[in-house]
């Protein structure tokens, strides 16, 4: 079907605000920070970016056979593809020792290829990417939930500085089930005072918080104990 220029290109925008929109709605009802209006407004921003492309194609590039076209019209798209980068990067954030926001950098990424797609009108496969990303957020994040993955926490310990506190943590961590990836040490010589960082690796349905606590805390020479 053939649309005048203007409707081709309304219609363009308006698939990738539509698109856009629906892969940021799951993100915005689980309260992330890139939401609805984030991903609709990249998407829509990578659209024009690839519609800008192929206009400047257009008007600038020679195409009478005698000497190179001269013009990239993927330049400005392919800029795109990395600019949306920092975005992305944005969005992720460091807790602990945990990260936060890959899901939803992913999302963005997404949310602009889905853009640039309806730019330079594959309908089909922005239409294809927009439903199994939705699906991949609704549903698997089902089956996700049901897998058995490890967590990592880190242990923390305030105690006098006793010979063999180290090894007597660890083996408590160990009896916990509870499997040691780090462990920083600080000793302040003055004070006589040791402080103890462990870095642990544990099952996702294992629990041994509060047994763990207990243990440490009845260690002689234990002044303090936290579990982040």
């Not at 698939?15 to 799951?26: C, H, N, Q, W």
């Not at 949306?84 to 950098?105: D, M, P, V, W």
């Not at 960082?197 to 763990?212: I, K, S």
Request: glycine share 10%; hydrophobic share 45%; charged share 20%.
């Amino acid at each position: 079907m053939n649309y005048p220029v203007d409707l081709e290109m309304l219609l363009r925008l308006l698939l990738a605000s539509v698109f856009g929109g629906l892969i940021g709605l799951e993100r915005e009802v689980h309260g992330r920070p890139a939401g609805f209006r984030t991903h609709l407004l990249v998407s829509l921003g990578s659209c024009l970016f690839s519609l800008s492309s192929i206009e400047f194609y257009r008007m600038y590039g020679n195409f009478s056979g005698t000497v190179p076209v001269g013009v990239d019209a993927g330049r400005i798209a392919a800029q795109v593809v990395s600019g949306i980068g920092f975005l992305g990067a944005g969005a992720i954030i460091k807790e602990r020792a945990s990260i936060r926001g890959l899901t939803t950098a992913a999302c963005l990424w997404v949310a602009a290829a889905v853009g640039l797609a309806c730019g330079t009108g594959m309908y089909l496969a922005a239409l294809v990417v927009t439903t199994l990303a939705v699906v991949n957020l609704l549903l698997l994040k089902k089956v996700e939930n049901r897998l058995q993955r490890d967590t990592y926490v880190s242990v923390k310990v305030w105690s006098k500085d006793v010979d063999g506190q180290l090894e007597r943590i660890r083996q408590l961590l160990t009896d916990c089930r509870m499997a040691v990836v780090d462990v920083s040490i600080e000793r302040d010589l003055e004070t006589h005072e040791l402080y103890l960082e462990f870095d642990v690796r544990t099952g996702a349905h294992e629990g041994g918080g509060g047994e763990l606590v207990d243990s440490i805390i009845a260690t002689d020479g234990v002044k303090k104990v936290r579990i982040e």
